[in-house]
Every structure is written in structure tokens, then in C-alpha cells.
């Protein structure tokens, strides 16, 4: 008979073992492989349970392995699971949920709330853990913490949005730059053709009715372009004032003469009520003026004719209030917050004659600001009409003393040289330009000579006697500055006088430091190279 064998005890102990020992190795490289992980990966069992987090879900979910919650129910009450744009979730929308439900899901981003530290963003992946016949077993979600590029893409998207709205801001701007430059432009257009049309003969004393017409609209382009650079200036933190105590009514009756040349007539509407002066403040007038100018103009162009405004200067201890209320289009509650940004306009009814560029209250909260005041609109709605309350502080009178001697600005009578016609040099490059100013020169009873580059300029200087240069500082050869530098050195006597389109105190600083006596602003007005001619 054969014998039978039996297994041996020792040797199924011996496989039991390894086959532990295997297991055992395998358990211990999946935990090191999920400590290495950096996505949170959480296990759940069939009944919602945690069953299992790795390092770094502990550390995304704020958890310890002791507190971490064992179900779904305290683990949304504990760490708040919301959508990414902040809208919670409940039990049944969680991704480790609706993995026990048999979905899969990938990508899905989350808002995570980590108790006591800052919200973050999260990719979401979720996939249910099957056995052999295709039953749920549990469920493992992955989650990846991309709270820094959730908020770069926001951050773009903010972008893009605020360059779309750029671009339409942009194109009604230019639409509306076209509008507001080409009215003038064809009133002056029409204005000197018909000048042109009534020649010598003019019956009807025309000729001086549309010489006003030219004048006033060309006023306006200047302001027009005045507007542009300023708000250009003002983007760029460029905005500068030159102040000094001045008294605020002086600023206030230069401004009044100065806005007829826009309006005209339509001025008579202007109720002003001012206090005995003088009103000292530490201010630049030709800014302040700008100031009040913007604020009556605007009031003026919101108005119909049959309204009223109301110019309003009040004192109150170491305080100026200046208001300036109208009855006209009125402001909409949502945009009083808005009406001091660049290029935003209240809506105004169809008679109204202008709607501007929206850049003219930007610049007075620049300039105001710039003065250490405040500014601010008020406005019960619609055509309820609109008050802008302009505050400076002021300074103690005794800080005010006008100089009325006759001499107190350097004259431009030429040195040594005997009384009679003076020998004035036009330096610019706009010949349109070179040739009014140079009739207008002889008109007024001197002789002029025309150059058109720095070059001609200093040849010309030298050819024959010359009392006074007006120079433009944008020459196509050479700098204004360094023309008059050369000028100073070869003609110590001549006077200079700057052209420039850069009007800011920094740039009168720089002419004066070239050697120029005077700075005229771009567009020049004749009636003040005169004034300095004969000064």
C-alpha cells in the first residue's frame, strides 16, 4: 500500500507568513506612495463613511487623523463645501457621494472652506471603487488645491472684461470727440467762408458778428484740447499746481469774463452771490480758475435756457464753500457715485445744445484734491437740477498783499535800443501759424521776419537786428530750449518769448531756465502776444 502525505504544518505557516509579510510591504509602499501624493485623496466606504485621507487631505481639509469627521454629513458640516462662485452644497452633491452613486467626475472646482484658515479653490475628481460583479464598494476622491490659478483666471477674466469695456468706453469717446470737434470746426468753417463771400463790402457790418463766431469756437477746440491733455496728465499722475495766497474773487471774476468768450449771452442766467473779500487762499489761479470755469460750463450745458444757476461763495471759519446749483437734466442716484471719473456724463435731454467729453469734472477733482479741498455732487434725480460743492481751506488775509505798482512783471522793453517799431523773429514751423502772427505783428505797428526751423532761426537772428524772438519749443530740428540757449549766449540783448503746447508750471520752469522772459500757451491768443509786445 502507498503511503499518504500530508502537508506540512511548518511549511503553510511559512507561505502564511510571507504572503503577510507581502502584504504587509505593500500596505507600507501605499501609505508612502500617499504621503507622497500632493492632491487630497479620500477613500469612503459603501455607507458614506471616510475610510481613509492622505497627508495632504488632512493638511487641505484643516483635519488631524484624530478629529478628522467620519461621514460625509459631519464632514460638509465641519468644513463647508460650497461651489466656486460661493453657493453651498448639500450631502447629495458632493463628489464623494455621487461616487458612491455609481458617477464619475473629473475636474469639478470646488470652494473650500478649511476651519480657521482663508478659503480655497479645488479641482474635484470622484470615481466609484467596484468589485468583481460591478458592485460599489466605496468611493475615492481625489482633490487638487488650485486656489492660485482660480484666482489668476479670475483676475484675468476681471481683465478682459475691463478691457472690453475699455474698448467700448474707447470707441464712444472717439465717437463722441468727433461730435463735440466737428461742430466747432464747421461753425468756424461756415464763419469764414461767408467772411470770405462779404469781402470789402459788408453792408450789414457782418463781417464782425461771424469774426465772433471764429473766435469763440476756436476758444472751444482750445478747451477741447486743454480737457485731452489734462485728463491725459491725470492718468499718468502728471497734474501739477503752482500755488500762492491769492485772493479766491479775483479767480472768480477772471473766470466770469473768461466763460462769456464760450457762451456769449447765456450767461445772464448766472445768479452770483458772493461775500465781501478778500478770500484768501493758498491756490494757483490759473488752475482754480480752470476749476470754476469746468463747473459753470457744465452747468451751463445741462441747462435749458429757461433755467438757472446759481453761483454761491461762502466763508465759514477756516473754510471757502463754493457752489454752483442749476435747475436742469439732473443726475441719476446710481451715477453720483461715477460723475467725477473720466469720460462719464450725466444723460441730458435731446435740446441740449453739447454733451461734452466727460472729462471736465475729472479734472476739477484732481485740481481740487491738489489744492488739500474736497468736491462733491448732489442731485435728487432726473431733471431735479445739480449742485457741486466745491471746499478749500483758506489762510488769514494778512497773507494777501496785491502789488499794484505798474512795473510788477518783468517788461519786454528791449535793452538798450531807442523807442519806435520793434524788430520781431517768428520761429515756427506751422506756417499758417508763423504767417497770422506775423501780420498781426505788423498790424500792430512792428516789422517781422519769419524762420521755420532752429537752424533758420539762428542764421536769421544774426543776419539783421533783432529785438524780439518768438520762439515754438517743438521745432523739427532742433529744441526751443536749445535755440534760445544759443541765442542767449550770441545775443545776450534779444528777448525770447516761448510757443509751446505744453502748458504746465513744470514746463514754464523749463523755458524759463533755457533763457525765455515770457511762456505763451498754445493756442495763442493775439490779444495777449500784444499785451506782452507793448508791456
Do not use: W
Given at each position: 500500500?502507498?503511503?499518504?502525505?500530508?502537508?506540512?504544518?511548518?511549511?503553510?505557516?511559512?507561505?502564511?507568513?510571507?504572503?503577510?509579510?507581502?502584504?504587509?510591504?505593500?500596505?507600507?509602499?501605499?501609505?508612502?506612495?500617499?504621503?507622497a501624493i500632493g492632491d487630497g485623496i479620500f477613500i469612503f466606504a459603501p455607507d458614506g463613511s471616510v475610510r481613509r485621507m492622505n497627508r495632504a487631505a488632512h493638511e487641505m481639509a484643516g483635519f488631524t487623523?484624530?478629529?478628522?469627521?467620519?461621514?460625509?454629513?459631519?464632514?460638509?458640516?465641519?468644513?463647508?463645501?460650497?461651489?466656486?462662485?460661493?453657493?453651498?452644497?448639500?450631502?447629495?452633491?458632493?463628489?464623494?457621494?455621487?461616487?458612491?452613486?455609481?458617477?464619475?467626475?473629473?475636474?469639478?472646482?470646488?470652494k473650500m472652506h478649511p476651519p480657521g484658515r482663508d478659503p480655497r479653490w479645488v479641482s474635484a475628481s470622484a470615481a466609484p471603487i467596484l468589485d468583481e460583479g460591478g458592485c460599489v464598494q466605496g468611493a475615492v476622491v481625489t482633490m487638487t488645491d488650485v486656489t492660485r490659478l482660480y484666482l489668476l483666471e479670475e483676475e484675468?477674466?476681471?481683465?478682459?472684461?475691463?478691457?472690453?469695456?475699455?474698448?467700448t468706453q474707447k470707441n464712444d469717446f472717439l465717437a463722441m470727440l468727433g461730435h463735440e470737434l466737428r461742430n466747432p470746426l464747421a461753425a468756424i468753417a461756415g464763419a469764414s467762408q461767408l467772411l470770405e463771400l462779404l469781402g470789402p463790402n459788408d453792408p450789414l457790418s457782418l463781417a464782425a458778428h461771424f469774426r465772433t463766431i471764429v473766435t469763440r469756437q476756436t476758444a472751444q477746440v482750445a478747451r477741447l484740447v486743454d480737457d485731452l491733455l489734462d485728463v491725459s496728465r491725470l492718468a499718468r499722475g502728471q497734474i501739477t499746481v503752482d500755488r500762492r495766497p491769492l485772493d479766491l474773487l479775483d479767480v472768480v471774476q477772471q473766470t466770469l469774463d473768461a466763460i462769456r468768450t464760450f457762451v456769449g449771452q447765456r450767461?445772464?442766467?448766472?445768479?452770483?452771490?458772493?461775500?465781501?473779500?478778500p478770500i484768501v487762499v493758498d491756490g494757483d489761479p490759473a488752475r482754480l480758475q480752470q476749476v470754476l470755469s469746468n463747473l459753470l460750463l457744465n452747468a451751463l450745458k445741462y441747462t435749458p435756457r429757461n433755467g438757472a444757476i446759481a453761483?454761491?461763495?461762502?466763508?465759514?471759519?477756516?473754510?471757502?464753500t463754493v457752489r454752483v446749483k442749476d435747475s436742469g437734466v439732473g443726475v441719476p442716484p446710481e451715477m453720483l457715485a461715477r460723475i467725477f471719473e473720466p469720460f462719464t456724463q450725466a444723460k441730458g435731454s435731446a435740446e441740449l445744445a453739447s454733451g461734452g467729453l466727460g472729462l471736465g469734472l475729472a479734472v476739477v477733482r484732481a485740481i481740487v484734491e491738489l489744492h488739500g479741498g474736497t468736491v462733491a455732487a448732489f442731485s435728487e434725480g432726473p431733471r431735479q437740477g445739480t449742485e457741486l460743492v466745491v471746499r478749500l481751506p483758506t489762510l488769514s488775509p494778512s497773507l494777501f498783499a496785491e502789488d499794484t505798482t505798474p512795473c510788477a512783471r518783468p517788461g519786454l522793453a528791449p535793452r538798450g535800443r531807442t523807442e519806435g517799431p520793434l524788430r520781431v523773429l517768428i520761429v515756427e514751423d506751422s506756417?499758417?501759424?508763423a504767417e497770422a502772427m506775423a501780420t498781426a505783428v505788423v498790424l500792430w505797428g512792428h516789422r517781422a521776419r519769419l524762420a521755420h526751423t532752429g537752424a533758420a532761426a539762428l542764421e536769421a537772428a544774426e543776419a539783421e537786428p533783432t529785438d524780439v524772438v518768438l520762439l515754438d519749443l517743438g521745432l523739427p530740428d532742433l529744441?526751443?530750449?536749445?535755440?534760445?540757449?544759443?541765442?542767449?549766449?550770441?545775443?545776450?540783448?534779444?528777448?525770447?518769448?516761448?510757443?509751446?503746447?505744453?502748458?504746465?508750471?513744470?514746463?514754464?520752469?523749463?523755458?524759463?531756465?533755457?533763457?525765455?522772459?515770457?511762456?505763451?500757451?498754445?493756442?495763442?491768443?493775439?490779444?495777449?502776444?500784444?499785451?506782452?509786445?507793448?508791456?
Open positions: 500500500m502507498a503511503e499518504t502525505q500530508t502537508p506540512s504544518t511548518g511549511g503553510a505557516e511559512a507561505e502564511r507568513d510571507l504572503l503577510l509579510e507581502r502584504v504587509r510591504r505593500q500596505a507600507a509602499e501605499l501609505e508612502t506612495i500617499l504621503a487623523e484624530a478629529n478628522a469627521p467620519a461621514s460625509f454629513a459631519a464632514r460638509t458640516q465641519h468644513l463647508r463645501l460650497e461651489t466656486a462662485d460661493g453657493q453651498p452644497l448639500a450631502v447629495a452633491e458632493l463628489p464623494g457621494y455621487r461616487a458612491l452613486q455609481g458617477e464619475t467626475l473629473s475636474g469639478v472646482i470646488l484675468l477674466r476681471g481683465r478682459v472684461e475691463a478691457l472690453a469695456r475699455a474698448d450767461t445772464d442766467r448766472l445768479q452770483i452771490t458772493l461775500p465781501p473779500g453761483l454761491t461763495v461762502e466763508t465759514a471759519r477756516d473754510e471757502v506756417e499758417d501759424l529744441d526751443g530750449c536749445e535755440v534760445a540757449r544759443r541765442l542767449r549766449v550770441r545775443l545776450p540783448a534779444v528777448r525770447l518769448i516761448a510757443l509751446s503746447g505744453h502748458t504746465q508750471p513744470a514746463d514754464h520752469k523749463r523755458s524759463a531756465a533755457a533763457g525765455f522772459e515770457r511762456h505763451l500757451d498754445k493756442p495763442v491768443d493775439l490779444r495777449d502776444l500784444r499785451a506782452v509786445l507793448e508791456d
